[in-house]
């Protein structure tokens, strides 16, 4: 079955900290992958997407994400987090319209 | 309008009522989705449409799940007999095509007393 995991549930970090979140798929063949994230009170919202090409995407907000397939991974990194970066992060997966979401990573960054 | 608006943004029901939900998607959007988000857990697929054919409603918990989108845009999500574990933020999504982005609207919380 298409699944998705996120390993971290909870992540504090101080504010100019790096980031990385860890992010696994189990798909086999092509694979679209997601991150999105939903900052207090508001809604989901996309952060950047892999679909082919480049294995390193760049989002929104200075995050990026790397694909390697060999490790089915999809980890999320930004080099130094501010405090508006307080969300929840979702990565998603999947072909077509069927898209699978993880459990998501509640981060809290620290002024 | 600007975004996917859903409403109500909040409802309560006993145990047994039905509920309507309802979804209006960004104009022009084909793809209209619902996910059910329990607490602690990240959206699970419900049902999706493109324009006004349901064309996978496999993640439909029970036949008490019920989705239409009669005219191709505004979208309803009825819970018939609703249990205390459809207790439950329900997300509705609009995408422009097939593999666009995700849209997602605030949500609505469903809770069953």
């Known amino acids: 079955a298409q699944s998705v995991s996120q390993h971290n549930h909870h992540v504090i970090l101080s504010e100019a900290a790096s980031l990385e979140l860890g992010c696994n798929y189990s798909y086999g063949g092509t694979v679209n992958l997601f991150w999105y994230v939903q900052y207090p009170g508001q809604h989901l919202q996309l952060l950047l997407k892999y679909f082919s090409g480049d294995p390193l995407v760049k989002g929104i907000k200075g995050f990026e994400a790397e694909f390697i397939k060999s490790k089915f991974s999809f980890n999320l990194r930004k080099p130094s987090v501010q405090w508006s970066d307080t969300a929840e992060y979702f990565c998603?997966?999947?072909?077509?319209?069927?898209?699978?979401f993880g459990t998501g990573t509640k981060l809290q960054v620290i002024p | 309008g600007a975004g996917v608006s859903q409403s109500p943004r909040y409802k309560v029901a006993k145990r047994g009522q039905d509920v309507a939900l309802r979804c209006d998607p960004i104009s022009g959007h084909v793809s209209l989705f619902w996910y059910q988000q329990a607490l602690g857990q990240g959206p699970e697929f419900l049902t999706y449409f493109q324009n006004e054919a349901q064309l996978d409603k496999s993640g439909l918990p029970s036949d008490r799940f019920f989705a239409e989108r009669p005219e191709g845009s505004v979208s309803t999500l009825k819970i018939q007999r609703t249990q205390q574990e459809d207790s439950a933020v329900y997300l509705c999504?609009?995408?422009?095509?097939?593999?666009?982005?995700?849209?997602f609207g605030n949500g609505t919380r469903l809770t069953v007393t």
């Open positions: 998603a997966g999947g072909y077509y319209q069927k898209v699978t």
């Open positions: 999504a609009s995408s422009l095509a097939d593999n666009s982005p995700l849209h």
